[in-house]
Nanobody, 125 residues
């Protein structure tokens, strides 16, 4: 059974930083497309960033480009989302997802097969 577990969320003031982690059990995470998505109350789920198998390519939403970086650690089988210069509008539940279907889009949540439970990020002004 594939399980994805996110960690690293919390509360931070605007301008601060957080690093989210997505770890997997029973699954080689870093050999798959892995994406980070977020959903704020009353809003649709939004694709934030995705990394390709082996980390050779990354895709980042315009809303976070230059502030968020997705990366992976093969030895730890973990994918990270480094979030800098956080803004109140970044407040959301952040979830990682793995295994993008063939032909799927990196920013489309329904194109990913496995999901974690999410970790809350709250940015205060």
């Amino acid at each position: 059974e594939v399980q994805l577990v996110e960690s690293g969320g919390g509360s931070v003031q605007a301008g601060g930083s957080l690093r989210l982690s997505c770890a997997a059990s029973g699954y080689t995470l870093t050999r798959r497309y892995v994406g980070w998505f977020r959903q704020a109350p009353g809003k649709e789920r939004e694709g934030v960033a995705t990394i390709s198998p082996g980390g050779g390519g990354t895709y980042t939403a315009d809303s976070v480009k230059g502030r968020f970086t997705i990366s992976q650690d093969n030895a730890k089988n973990t994918v990270y989302l480094q979030m800098n210069s956080l803004k109140p509008e970044d407040t959301a539940m952040y979830s990682c997802a793995a295994d993008l279907k063939y032909g799927g889009r990196w920013y489309t949540s329904t194109d990913f097969r496995y999901w974690g439970q999410g970790t809350q990020v709250t940015v205060s002004s």
